[in-house]
């Protein structure tokens, strides 16, 4: 049973950065697509980011291009979502996913938990 672990949310000041980790357990990380989804007090869950398994093609949401990045490292299992320049809007609950094919909806496989992240003014 695949299960997925993130790390790294906290609190920081607007502007800052941040740097999410997914741990893939109970398979390989290179036989899934990965995706960042997220979701703030009393709104939907959105895109965020999300990498293929294959050639590693990136996607990201509007709101959060040219300021974050998707990564992947095989060999260690996990993922990971580099924030920059964050800003209040970007406080929520960070959801990482897997499946074997990457898509903008919520319509993936396996789920974590998620982690909060907080930016303040």
């Known amino acids: 049973q695949v299960t997925l672990a993130e790390s790294g949310g906290g609190l920081v000041q607007a502007g800052g950065s941040l740097r999410l980790s997914c741990v893939l357990s109970?398979?390989?990380?290179?036989?899934?697509?990965m995706g960042w989804f997220r979701q703030a007090p009393g709104k939907e869950r959105e895109f965020v980011a999300a990498?293929?398994?294959?050639?590693?093609?990136?996607y990201y949401g509007d709101p959060v291009k040219g300021r974050f990045t998707v990564s992947r490292d095989n060999a260690k299992n996990t993922a990971y979502l580099q924030m920059d320049s964050l800003n209040p809007e970007d406080t929520a609950v960070y959801y990482c996913?897997?499946?074997?094919?990457?898509?903008?909806?919520?319509?993936?496989?396996?789920w974590g938990q998620g982690t909060q992240v907080t930016v303040s003014s």
């Open positions: 996913t897997a499946d074997y094919r990457i898509k903008a909806d919520l319509d993936w496989r396996y």
């Open positions: 109970g398979g390989r990380l290179s036989t899934y697509g």
């Open positions: 990498i293929t398994y294959d050639d590693g093609s990136i």
